[in-house]
C-alpha cells in the first residue's frame, strides 16, 4: 500500500464509450501526475498537476482529459479512444518544493485499460 | 527530450547471485530513483538518491548517483526468488526556479528472473 489508490484496477471499453479513471493519495502530498505504460515502451508522463492546477501536458490527445478537482483527487476523463490507447494508467503523486529531497513520485497499483 | 538507457534488458539468474543494473543519459539529473514493479502492479520505490557521489543503501540493494550526474547503478546482493520482477531507473529534474518534483523520465527497465 503507497498510499495512491487508483480505480477500477482494470477496465474495458468501447471506442465510443466515455469512461472516468479515478486516483486518490492520503500521503499530504500537492502534485499529482498521469503516466502511461505501454508494452515494451518506458514509462511516458502524461499530465502534470500542481496545487490543481495543470502545468504540463505532454503532447496528449485530446481524447485524454485530465480533471483535478483538489489536491488529493486526479481523474483521467476518456471518450473515443483507439485499441492502440490501451495500456496500463498510471497515478502518481508527490510534495513539491525546494530542492530534490522528499520529492520522489509514488505511484498507484495502476488502471488496466483496454479499448476494443 | 531525455533518454535514458537502462540495462541490461533481462537477467536469468540463479538464487544466492548477485545482481548488478544501470542506467545512462545523455544529460544532468538532479535525482536519480530506483523502482521496482510486479506484474499488475504500479512501480514501488526502492531507492532515492539526492547527491552525486551518493551511495545508499536499502537492505540488500545498493545504488548509487554517479558523480557525473548521468547514471546510476544498482545492486542487488544475495538475491532470492521475491527479487523477480521489473527493476526501473527514474531521472528527476528540477526546474529553473529550483523546485523539484515528481517529473520522471523512465528508463526501459530490467526483467529479473531469479531460478531458485
Known amino acids: 500500500e503507497t498510499g495512491v489508490t487508483q480505480t477500477p484496477r482494470h477496465l474495458v471499453m468501447g471506442m465510443t464509450n466515455k469512461k472516468s479513471l479515478k486516483c486518490e493519495q492520503h500521503?499530504?502530498?500537492?502534485?499529482m501526475y498521469w503516466y502511461k505504460q505501454s508494452a515494451k515502451k518506458p514509462l511516458e508522463l502524461m499530465f502534470v498537476?500542481?496545487?490543481?492546477?495543470?502545468?504540463e501536458n505532454n503532447s496528449v490527445p485530446s481524447r485524454f482529459s485530465p480533471e483535478c478537482p483538489n489536491s488529493s483527487h486526479l481523474f483521467l476523463h476518456l471518450h473515443t479512444l483507439q485499441p492502440e490507447d490501451s495500456a496500463l494508467y498510471l497515478c502518481?503523486?508527490?510534495?513539491?518544493?525546494?530542492?530534490?529531497?522528499?520529492?520522489?513520485?509514488?505511484f498507484g497499483q495502476g488502471t488496466r485499460l483496454t479499448v476494443v | 527530450g531525455q533518454q535514458l538507457n537502462q540495462s541490461p534488458q533481462s537477467m536469468f539468474i540463479q538464487e544466492g547471485e548477485d545482481v548488478s543494473m544501470n542506467c545512462t543519459s545523455s544529460?544532468?539529473?538532479?535525482?536519480w530513483l530506483w523502482y521496482k514493479q510486479d506484474p499488475g502492479e504500479g512501480p514501488v520505490l526502492l531507492i532515492a538518491l539526492y547527491k552525486a557521489g551518493e551511495l545508499t543503501s536499502n537492505g540488500r540493494l545498493t545504488a548509487q548517483f554517479g558523480i557525473t550526474r548521468k547514471d546510476s547503478f544498482l545492486n542487488i546482493s544475495a538475491s532470492i526468488p521475491s527479487d523477480v520482477g521489473i527493476y526501473f531507473c527514474?531521472?528527476?529534474?528540477?526546474?529553473?526556479?529550483?523546485?523539484?518534483?515528481?517529473?520522471?523520465?523512465f528508463g526501459q527497465g530490467t526483467i529479473l528472473t531469479v531460478h531458485p
Open positions: 500521503l499530504g502530498h500537492n502534485a
Open positions: 544529460s544532468i539529473f538532479n535525482t
Open positions: 502518481a503523486s508527490s510534495l513539491r518544493g525546494q530542492g530534490s529531497w522528499g520529492t520522489e513520485a509514488f
Open positions: 527514474a531521472g528527476q529534474l528540477g526546474n529553473a526556479g529550483g523546485t523539484s518534483y515528481g517529473k520522471l523520465t
Open positions: 498537476y500542481n496545487f490543481k492546477e495543470q502545468t
